[in-house]
C-alpha cells in the first residue's frame, strides 16, 4: 500500500521548511529574544548563528543528508539549537520518551538505526551501559563548534524526506515511530499557526516541544520553566508562576494538567498574572468543572481547548466559557467544531484494518450523525505514515483514493451542527445488558462528586465496578451515596490510592495499568 498523503504536501517546496522559517524569523527579528532557560537568554540572530555552526561541526564530524541522529537533550536552548542543526543539514532527529525503560529504549535504538547521538554528558555516560547505545559510530556533546572551511548552506529537502522520527514506546508489541517528513512539519506549522496565531512579541511558556518549533518559525520568545513531564507530582508551581511574571508571559502553551496546577495555586494565594492573554491547553481531556477553575483563576484570559495527538493536531477546539456551560455530560464531552483543514468522520468500531478502496466502502461504514462511532480524520496536517512499522500503518491508517485518514482511536459523534463529541477510548467502551457503557463520562460524573479526585468504572466478571481515587479525609459514605444518587449501575465500588495516569501529560487514565492494578 501506497504511504500517499493527503494533497501530496501541495504547495511545498525546498523553501518551505520548519529551519528555513527559523532563519527568515532570525533576519526579520534578530534582536528579538527566542528562547529562555534558567538564567540563559538567546537571541534569534545569536541563535541562528549557533545553529549555522552547530551545523557545520555535525558534518565536520561526518553526519549529513538522511542520517538518523538520536538526541539525548532535555528541553532548552541546546535542545533546539541541536534540533535545528540537525534540520540545516537535512538529517533526522530522532527521540524517544524520556520515561523510556532501558528494554524499550534499546529496541527503539534497533528499530531507528541511528548513525548519530547528541547528549548531554548523563545521556552520554549511560550509553557507556548500553550495547545499542554504543553501536551507534558517531556520538557528540551539546556543545557548538565551528571547522574552518566547512560550508554552512541549508541543505534541500524535499516534503517526504523525514526530519523528526519520535517514539511513542508503550509497554508492549513493536514501538511505534511517528514519522515526521519536513512536508508535514510544513503544513502542522500552518495548521498550528492558523489555530494559535503566535506574534513575534508573544513571550510563552509553553511545556509541548513542538510549539516550541512553532515559536521559532513566527519569531515568538518562548520561556522554558522547570517542568519535566516524568516527574509532574514534583512541579514548582510558585517558582513557574514567578517566572511568568518576571518575563510578563502573555501566551502559555501546556498540558491540562500544568493549566491546572497553576490555576490552583493562583487561587489559593488570591494572586494573579495580568500579563496572561492567551491559554491554549491539550493532550488530554479537559472536563468542565476543570476548565471553569481555569476561568476562575485567569478571568481576563483566553482560554481555548484543543483537541488533537500525535498524528495530527488540531482536530478540532473549543473556547472555555462555551465548555464551562456544560452541565451534564451524558452525551460525552464536547470538543468542538472541528478545525477548517480537517475532515472528520465517524466509523463503526471494528478491531481489525479498514480497508477501502474507494469512497463508496469507506461510506458503508460510515455511522448516522449523533451514534457513536470511531473517530477519523483526514487533511494535510495528518501524519501518513510510520517508521518502520507497517503493522502500526495497516492498523492506525486508511488510504482511500490517495486521500490518508487516520484512526484516532478515540470515540465520539458529530451532531446535527457539526459539534464533535468524544465519549473516550473505542478500547474502554463497555457493552453491558445490551447498553453502551462509556468509562469516560462516568470520569466526569465522578470528578464532580465531593471528595473525589479522580473515577471511573470497569467491567470485572461481567459486573460494573467503580474505582475511585479520593482526597484524603473524603467520607467514603457520603460519596457512595452520591454515586448511588446518579443511578449508576454498579455492584461494587474498589477504593484505589492512586488511579494510573498516562506518562505524557498526568492527566488522562492508563487503564491497561489500572485493570493490571485491580486484579484483573
Not at 528555513?20 to 534582536?31: D, I, S
Not at 537535512?90 to 531507528?112: Q, S
Not at 566547512?150 to 516534503?159: F, N
Not at 467502551?429 to 470528578?447: A, C, D, T
Request: some cysteine; overall charge positive.
Amino acid at each position: 500500500m501506497a504511504n500517499v498523503s493527503y494533497c501530496s504536501m501541495k504547495g511545498y517546496s525546498a523553501l518551505h521548511n520548519i529551519a528555513r522559517l527559523f532563519h527568515k524569523a532570525a533576519e526579520q527579528y534578530p534582536t528579538h529574544v527566542a528562547i529562555i532557560h534558567g538564567g540563559d537568554r538567546i537571541t534569534y540572530a545569536q541563535l541562528a548563528r549557533d545553529v549555522r555552526q552547530t551545523a557545520m561541526w555535525l558534518r565536520y564530524k561526518g553526519l549529513g543528508k538522511g542520517d538518523r541522529i538520536l538526541v539525548f537533550v532535555p528541553m532548552g536552548i541546546a535542545l533546539y539549537r541541536t534540533v535545528l542543526a540537525i534540520f540545516h543539514i537535512g538529517a533526522t532527529a530522532v527521540f524517544l520518551d524520556e520515561w523510556v525503560n532501558k528494554e524499550r529504549m534499546e529496541l527503539c535504538c534497533r528499530i531507528a538505526q541511528c548513525k548519530g547521538f547528541v547528549g548531554i554528558l548523563k545521556a552520554r555516560i549511560y550509553a557507556h551501559f548500553s550495547m545499542e547505545l554504543r553501536k551507534i559510530p558517531i556520538r557528540l556533546g551539546t556543545v557548538s563548534r565551528w571547522k574552518a572551511g566547512q560550508t554552512d548552506e541549508l541543505e534541500a529537502v524535499g516534503s517526504t524526506d523525514a526530519a523528526l522520527i519520535t517514539f511513542t514506546t508503550g509497554s508492549t508489541g513493536t514501538p511505534k515511530a511517528a514519522k515526521r517528513a519536513h512536508g508535514f512539519l510544513w503544513e502542522q506549522f500552518n495548521a498550528l499557526n492558523d489555530e494559535m496565531e503566535p506574534q513575534p512579541m508573544d513571550v510563552d511558556v509553553t511545556i509541548l516541544p513542538i510549539m516550541l518549533l512553532v515559536n521559532l518559525a513566527a519569531g515568538a520568545t518562548s520561556v522554558v520553566v522547570p517542568y519535566r513531564a516524568n516527574k509532574a507530582h514534583k512541579m514548582d508551581s510558585p517558582k513557574i508562576w514567578k517566572l511568568m511574571g518576571k518575563y510578563r508571559v502573555n501566551r502559555m502553551t501546556a498540558s491540562p494538567f500544568f493549566a491546572m496546577q497553576l490555576a490552583h495555586y493562583g487561587i489559593n494565594r488570591g494572586a494573579d498574572l495580568p500579563h496572561l492573554k492567551k491559554i491554549f491547553t491539550g493532550g488530554a481531556p479537559v472536563f468542565p468543572n476543570e476548565v471553569q477553575v481555569l476561568v476562575n483563576a485567569f478571568p481576563n484570559t483566553s482560554i481555548k481547548i484543543v483537541y488533537g495527538s500525535t498524528e495530527v493536531e488540531p482536530i478540532s477546539s473549543i473556547g472555555a466559557d462555551t465548555l464551562a456551560q456544560q452541565r451534564s455530560l451524558t452525551d460525552g464531552l464536547p470538543v468542538g467544531q472541528p478545525f477548517h483543514k480537517t475532515e472528520v468522520r465517524i466509523m463503526r468500531i471494528q478491531d481489525e484494518s479498514m480497508l477501502c478502496n474507494n469512497e463508496q466502502e469507506l461510506e458503508v461504514l460510515q455511522q448516522p450523525t449523533g451514534t457513536i462511532g470511531e473517530i477519523i480524520v483526514a487533511g494535510p496536517h495528518v501524519l501518513s505514515e510510520y517508521y518502520d512499522n507497517p503493522e502500526a500503518l495497516a492498523r492506525n491508517k486508511i488510504f482511500v483514493q490517495g486521500k490518508c485518514w487516520h484512526r484516532t482511536g478515540d470515540s465520539g459523534y458529530l451532531a446535527a451542527d457539526d459539534q464533535l463529541y468524544l465519549t473516550g477510548r473505542c478500547n474502554t467502551l463497555i457493552w453491558h445488558q445490551g447498553q453502551l457503557l462509556s468509562p469516560f463520562v462516568y470520569e466526569h460524573k465522578f470528578r464532580c462528586i465531593p471528595g473525589v479526585v479522580m473515577g471511573t468504572i470497569v467491567e470485572l466478571d461481567g459486573s460494573i465496578v467503580a474505582v475511585l481515587e479520593t482526597e484524603r479525609k473524603a467520607s467514603q459514605q457520603q460519596i457512595t451515596e452520591a454515586i448511588l444518587a446518579k443511578g449508576t449501575p454498579l455492584v461494587a465500588i474498589r477504593w484505589v490510592g492512586k488511579i494510573p495516569r498516562d506518562p505524557r501529560h498526568h492527566s488522562k487514565i492508563d487503564y491497561e495499568k489500572l485493570l493490571l492494578a485491580i486484579g484483573r
